[in-house]
């Protein structure tokens, strides 16, 4: 009996311990541009992962989560697909704008493929007094290089 109830201890221990550490996101990242090379690094769980990529390699860029608040982002996250199926996620929103600042400088095709696909506001300036999607990332990129000066 007291074998049974040590090794049922053991388990809701490790059930505990496993629960815990699967709750627990970390969501540390760092995306590092250089000419339209990439090194995104991020946490996960507790051991550090990079990934390296060109802006060429880029399949789709989508938004997934976007809170716009006096015609600027509060919130952005962008999900990545590279072209061999790979997907980086941007929960940072300064990395979220370094992306689009590379996009915009090295590979324009791209950067016009994004707000075609998903502009919401059909890039009509005055829909109910909201700017384009492309103006406030424009605007966006403009306080990014400020911020670096």
């Known amino acids: 009996m007291d074998l049974f109830l040590r090794l049922i201890l053991v388990f809701l221990a490790y059930y505990l311990y496993v629960s815990y550490y699967k709750s627990v996101k970390i969501k540390t990242e760092k995306l590092e541009e250089m000419n339209g090379e990439f090194i995104f690094t991020y946490l996960s769980y507790i051991m550090k992962k990079e ?88 605007n966006e990129i403009k306080r990014l290089e400020e911020e670096e000066r």
């Open 51 to 138: 990934m390296y990529f060109d802006i060429y390699e880029v399949e789709t860029v989508s938004f997934s989560k976007m809170i716009i608040k006096n015609k600027e982002f509060s919130r952005l996250t962008l999900v990545i697909t590279l072209e061999n199926n790979d997907i980086i996620r941007l929960f940072n929103k300064r990395n979220a704008i370094i992306f689009f600042k590379s996009c915009k400088e090295n590979s324009p095709v791209l950067y016009e493929e994004i707000f075609v696909k998903s502009d919401i506001f059909g890039g009509m300036p005055g829909f109910f007094g909201l700017t384009s999607l492309r103006d406030i990332v424009e």
